[in-house]
């Protein structure tokens, strides 16, 4: 990927919220991040954070890739749904469509934004750990407003003026 495709495509995250997903041992899981961030163009890397005490922590300290779906306004349900503890499932991820991508890593359908990533590195971060993707595939859909959280809750892109 290029430095000006993964700009394109992580400038489609406002303050946005997403949900990360891995597959370990045929084992889906997801869970709902705002702690995504841009790190670097060349190579494209991202950084997720992870809680120390969750069950995405062992599942993103095993992944080989992850993929990161920022979700659009109508997914406001789809991040609720993942921000709620579940474990990892071998049917697919809490019911919902998904694809698998090119590194194995689970992609959900009708985000705003996805990237595909493989494991990077990580580092200590407090009572959490920052894992480094690099980001191998991605892509956006211009035509879906972003979901946001703010405050405390969730909000909506509306035009100025």
Known sequence: MDSNSFRGIMGAFATGV??????VDGLYHGFTANAVSSVSLEPPLLLVCADKGGIA??????????????????????????????????????????RVGETGAPLLDGALAWLECRSHSR????????FF??????????EQDPLLFFRGGYRFVSPLG
């Open 123 to 130: 580092a200590e971060g407090g009572d959490h750990t920052i």
């Open 57 to 98: 922590h062992g599942q993103l300290t095993r992944a080989e890739s992850f993929g990161v779906s920022i979700l659009s306004a109508e997914q406001e349900e789809v991040s609720t749904l993942f921000a709620s503890r579940a474990e990892p499932g071998t049917e697919g991820i809490r019911d919902l469509p998904f």
């Open 133 to 142: 993707g690099e980001a191998v595939d991605g892509g956006s859909d211009a």
């Open 18 to 23: 997403t949900v990360v997903t891995t597959c």
